[in-house]
């Protein structure tokens, strides 16, 4: 780089952007935004909206693991092969658990779990009622604490030592506090304060209809999490690429918070994955009926990648097809929804502003937009009863609520003590049904 030296005795004239970066630093600003970018970003996100969706196919049958379809031989094979990569230090566990804690002011208004549910807490804090009275942290670390003792278990006799599994924890400016400190005061559930790193996915402002920002205070522009996707962006800005390579870690089962049943560390997908020998594979279930309000997984385009498309941009025709072959529906797989840099999904929400609630479009990025730019991807099927028993409403809500939660978690571990002979004085009530998906991603 060049400079030149100014010689005049006179101070130089200040541009614009200067000018407006001095501003900035008058209120502890001057580091929030990079104007450029969110503009680019802005632009391109609006500009999309509307735009017909591309042409998509149905996942085809080949590239899904169905339950009927497995054999006890695979399931015993896939379950070593996952057991001795746990063994081996190869598998880290990362946990999307940031976004934004609002206060309670109405239903309409609230965010995220903390605050649907009557609770300012971060969505891991949540206890969901069980006869135990665990949070969703500790229920997800003590299931990481017995993929632990599996995998040291199957280890070859007379090897030294005990498995550890690292765990990623992704909150944002909003939970990273609180989220600590519950660990800290909870002694990391009985794991070593060591295997758990927490990192901060990025904020971005929130924006009008028109593209303009939003003002949270008279020197403040309102912000938010930039959504589950952002999770790629925050691993390489906090390095922690360079740490998972460092642990000798090769592959990352990442998974949504507020899941009571999200079976984490699971060696069967493990070793379904590595067996395929894919870039990314995910969980699914299968649609209850056509017009359940979830994303599906489709075919971007006549051999294209595997992608997700959300239930508001399937037209009902496609939603409600049949396979003549099947009996099922031709788009069947439901999901929840690399920093690209350009197109963000566009997500209205009430915020607080400077004139009160606002409703605002917040920009976000989904987990599986880097799906379009996988070499490859499979889909493992699971049963919702089994796996998915998500919280994501106030107890009360037609669904996804804390008892519903309660009842799935307390139906299943009611099944597992009739299989061990055991039996109950009284069964848990039938529960609804839920989707979910678990995400495992190879690191290159």
């Known amino acids: 780089m060049m400079m030149g030296i100014d010689n005049n005795d006179g101070a130089a004239p200040t541009s614009p952007p200067q000018l407006l970066l001095e501003r900035l630093k008058d209120y502890g600003q001057e580091h929030s935004l990079d104007l450029s970018r969110i503009d680019r ?147 990391y559930f009985g794991l070593e304060a060591d295997q758990v790193t927490f990192f901060q996915q990025g904020i971005i402002p929130c924006i009008s209809k028109d593209g303009q920002y939003i003002m949270e205070t008279r020197f403040k522009v309102a912000k938010s999490p930039d959504g589950n996707g952002g999770v790629y962006s925050a691993l390489k800005s906090s390095r922690l690429l360079e740490n998972m390579a460092m642990r000798g870690i090769k592959y990352v089962d990442c998974y949504g918070v507020d899941n009571a049943l999200v079976r984490v560390a699971d060696p069967t997908f493990l070793g379904y994955f590595i067996d395929k020998g894919v870039g990314a594979a995910a969980k699914v279930v299968r649609k209850a009926y056509p017009q359940e309000k979830v994303g599906v997984f489709v075919r971007r385009g006549k051999g294209g990648p595997l992608t997700v498309v959300e239930y508001s941009e399937l037209d009902q025709s496609l939603a409600s097809a049949i396979n003549q072959q099947t009996g099922r529906l031709r788009f069947c797989w439901m999901a929840n929804g ?44 699971v049963l919702r009863e089994e796996e998915f028993a998500p919280v994501k409403n106030v107890n009360g809500s037609n669904y996804d609520t804390p008892d519903s939660a309660r009842l799935f978690v307390l139906r299943l571990h009611a099944r597992w003590v009739a299989a061990a002979g055991g039996f109950l004085t009284h069964s848990a009530p039938l529960a609804w049904r839920y989707h979910h998906f678990v995400l495992m991603l190879a690191k290159t």
């Open 41 to 187: 970003i802005i632009r391109c996100s609006l500009r999309s909206q509307g735009l017909p969706v591309a042409a998509i196919e149905p996942v085809p049958e080949s590239c899904v693991s169905s339950v009927e379809d497995r054999t006890m031989e695979e399931r015993e094979r896939w379950w070593k092969m996952g057991l001795k990569a746990i063994s081996e230090g190869k598998l880290a566990v990362l946990l999307l658990s940031g976004g934004q804690v609002l206060l309670p002011i109405d239903l309409y208004s609230l965010y995220h779990l903390g605050t649907r549910v009557g609770s300012s807490d971060p969505k891991g804090c949540f206890n969901i009622g069980l006869p135990s009275g665990k949070s969703l942290f500790q229920l997800q670390a003590e299931r990481i604490l017995c993929a632990q003792r599996l995998a040291t278990q199957a280890m070859k006799e007379g090897s030294a030592g005990s498995v550890t599994i690292h765990w990623y924890i992704m909150t944002s400016p909003f939970t990273d506090d609180a989220t600590r400190k519950f660990f800290e005061s909870h002694k």
């Open 338 to 381: 690399l920093e690209k840099d350009s197109i963000y999904h566009l997500a209205e929400k009430k915020i607080p502003s400077i004139h009160g609630y606002t409703m605002v479009l917040k920009l976000e990025q989904f987990i599986f937009d880097v799906f379009l730019y996988a070499p490859s991807t499979a889909l493992f099927e």
